[in-house]
Antibody, heavy 128, light 110 residues
Framework: QVQLVESGGGLVKPGGSLRLSCGAS????????MNWIRQAPGKGLEWISC????????YYTDSVRGRFTISRDNARNSLSLQMNSLIAEDTAVYYC?????????????????????WGRGTRVTVSS | QSVLTQPPSVSAASGQKVTISCSGS????????VSWYQQLPGTAPKLLIY???KRPSGIPARFSGSKSGTSATLAITALQTGDEADYYC???????????FGGGSKLTVL
């Protein structure tokens, strides 16, 4: 079954740390870029980070750069997000999502920025 | 405040057509593909439209997308009560070098 399953969410105090994981199954994991996208309570979607299929290309949104670290283990079909120095504004449901790539005529791998598979999310609450 | 602008809410009667707009800039919609997502209450988002106007396998033809300049539109025809959801547009912003989403539009089927 093609799916993504997140884990690791919970309640953490401001300034604390948390590590989220996302397990992939049913597809060739290292054919895809992988992302973390979050949704604060009652709010819209916010893309926060992406990692390329080999792990070399990494992107962050400004609000998490320097605090969050994305990584992947292609041998274990897993994606992670290490979150440090957490603040109340990080409270959200965190989704992992994959985006496909396109290989150019020169053999370059370019991400296609749509998310065709999402996990069910894991909830992170930052509160004292 | 989102980089892409959507109406917070839209509504139409069952069986009718509704359109949802998404306005951006030259660095976002103007030079990149747009995708649309449906989020039913209490569930994860689902891809509805990609590359401006393509539908993934399994998405009914009632859902269609278009793009013109720095704006995009999602159209849903033959509305059903099961279409009540939040709809988001998204794209890459070449200047900000991030993925950007609209603020979401809540669809009510009357």
């Amino acid at each position: 079954q093609v799916q993504l399953v997140e884990s690791g969410g919970g309640l953490v105090k401001p300034g604390g740390s948390l590590r989220l994981s996302c397990g992939a199954s049913g597809f060739t994991f290292d054919d895809y870029y992988m992302n973390w996208i979050r949704q604060a309570p009652g709010k819209g979607l916010e893309w926060i980070s992406c990692i390329g299929s080999s792990g070399h290309a990494i992107y962050y949104t400004d609000s998490v750069r320097g605090r969050f670290t994305i990584s992947r283990d292609n041998a274990r079909n897993s994606l992670s997000l290490q979150m440090n120095s957490l603040i109340a504004e990080d409270t959200a449901v965190y989704y992992c999502a994959r985006n496909p790539v396109r290989i150019t005529s020169l053999g370059l791998v370019n991400p296609i920025w749509n998310f065709d598979l999402w996990g069910r999310g894991t909830r992170v609450t930052v509160s004292s | 405040q989102s980089v892409l602008t959507q109406p917070p809410s839209v509504s139409a009667a069952s069986g009718q057509k509704v359109t949802i707009s998404c306005s951006g800039s030259s660095s976002s919609i103007g030079n990149n593909y747009v995708s649309w997502y449906q989020q039913l209450p209490g569930t994860a988002p689902k891809l509805l439209i990609y590359d401006n106007n393509k539908r993934p396998s399994g998405i009914p033809a009632r859902f269609s997308g278009s793009k013109s300049g720095t704006s995009a539109t999602l159209a849903i025809t033959a509305l059903q009560t099961g279409d009540e959801a939040d709809y988001y547009c998204g794209t890459w912003d070449s200047s900000l070098r991030v993925v950007v989403f609209g603020g979401g539009s809540k669809l009510t089927v009357l």
